[in-house]
């Protein structure tokens, strides 16, 4: 008689992350982890912000995410992006074409935002997630490692496939009253692409990313050092506060960023002085039979509103009146804030830097439908639309803006607290 088959069993996985100190990007908190598996996620319990999670396929899942975005993005530089017919004349435009049409009417800088932001941070950011990511499961340790890392994660905000997706369906509905227009193959490819992108940009964490990245050197982040400590801002493990910079991602170490409140407000004050000719100069031009008519981004929310487009008059308004200037008040609060004691509790202030540094680079859509609409729009004397000088204004005060929330340190808002709920002695270590 056979024996009775035996039932090994199941093998245990090994912790995806063992118990350590981590400490929180944005609050600096020294935070004690547990060990955690995969799935499972860790936020800061003092400031809420997301500390790390570990995807149910921590390796494979970016791998794919990556490989499918950087496809997409291949097929949605290939095919036509939007189609318009006015009258029997027919255009078709592609992405790179949006970028050469901009360029070539001395708009440098519109240009170089839409290939940066659209095509070539993300592709870098695709490509250097694949190159990590196959050498941490294939276990060889490639050189560049560390620093593709603090790349891959630094070049997240900056990618703006999202946004120009919008500055694609609003110029589509802008244009809808006027002519036949319809979406080529590429507007699905790139809404794929954004939607893979998003995806991936999720699952690439420092924190993970530079924890696999150490044990391939054959060293164990997790280990906190016996000496005076600072946190590391990128990946959130420990060096020693003598080194100058984090051990393991080779970031420069602060206790608080150098001249953060004088950066963050030179940004700021940079964003204020150009958001005058954003708004006083006109952002786009339509010629029409002989007849130029230049309008500011206020007037096209009002020509938009008077259409009876008040979806898209609202997406315009929000996007380029709403949050410039709640963002701009925001900062301004900010550094108030951080720059001498008050009883606002920093949690909340904390929560008001998150949303400042969200919605910023929104508002960046009324810059890309100027491009599209400049690139869609060229039938000469019939119907042409030219990019206005505030165009470079407002995408100025975008970027400064992005600029000066980055600059600041959100550490100092838990320093400059009121006496009695003062949190410092859970802070830095020095
Ligand atoms: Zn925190
Ligand atoms: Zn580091």
């Not at 400042?356 to 690139?375: A, E, H, P, Q």
Request: with cysteine; charged share 15%.
């Amino acid at each position: 008689m056979p024996a009775p088959p035996t039932i090994l069993p199941a093998p245990v996985e090994p912790v995806a992350l063992p118990a350590h100190a981590m400490a929180c990007p944005q609050c600096g908190l020294h935070v004690e982890l547990p060990a955690l598996e995969r799935g499972e996620e860790a936020t800061c319990p003092r400031c809420d912000e997301h500390l790390v999670s570990i995807p149910h396929s921590p390796i494979d899942e970016p791998l794919a995410m990556a490989w499918t975005s950087l496809i997409l993005l291949l097929l949605a530089c290939s095919f036509p992006l939007l189609a318009i017919d006015v009258q029997g004349n027919q255009t078709q435009i592609t992405l790179l074409e949006s970028a050469e049409t901009i360029y070539r009417r001395d708009f440098a800088l519109l240009a170089n935002v839409l290939l940066l932001c659209v095509l070539l941070l993300p592709a870098i950011f695709l490509l250097s997630t694949i190159y990590l990511f196959s050498g941490i499961r294939t276990g060889r340790r490639l050189p560049w490692m560390k620093p593709l890392g603090r790349l891959s994660v630094a070049i997240q905000p900056w990618m703006m496939v999202d946004v120009f997706l919008l500055g694609a369906i609003v110029s589509m509905i802008k244009m809808a009253s006027l002519a036949q227009v319809g979406f080529g193959l590429s507007f699905w490819a790139l809404l794929g692409f954004s939607l893979a992108l998003t995806r991936t940009g999720s699952l690439v964490e420092a924190h993970w990313l530079h924890y696999r990245i150490n044990l391939l050197h054959g060293i164990d982040p997790t280990q906190r050092p016996a000496e005076p400590c600072h946190g590391c801002q990128v990946c959130g493990f420990f060096s020693p506060a003598s080194a100058g910079h984090c051990q393991y991602c080779h970031a420069t170490l602060h206790a608080r960023h150098p001249h953060s409140l004088q950066k963050t407000v030179a940004l700021l004050a940079t964003a204020i002085v150009l958001y005058l000719p954003a708004n006083l100069y006109p952002i786009m031009l339509t010629e029409s039979l002989g007849r130029t008519t230049p309008s500011t981004i206020v007037e096209g929310i009002f020509l938009l509103w008077e259409k009876g487009s008040y979806p898209i008059a609202l997406i315009i308004f929000v996007a380029s009146v709403f949050i410039p200037i709640v963002k701009m008040i925001a900062l301004a609060a900010l550094c108030l804030a951080a720059s001498r004691p008050h009883r606002t509790r920093p949690l909340h202030l904390t929560r008001l830097y998150r949303i400042v540094d969200f919605i910023g680079r929104w508002s960046m859509v009324d810059v890309f439908v100027v491009i599209i609409l400049v690139t869609l729009v060229r039938m000469g004397s019939l119907m042409s639309v030219h990019p206005g000088v505030a165009a470079v204004s407002f995408c100025g005060v975008v970027l400064a803006t992005m600029l000066s929330a980055m600059s600041f340190d959100v550490r100092m808002l838990w320093d400059v607290q009121h006496p009695v709920s003062t949190g410092r002695e859970h802070d830095e270590f020095d």
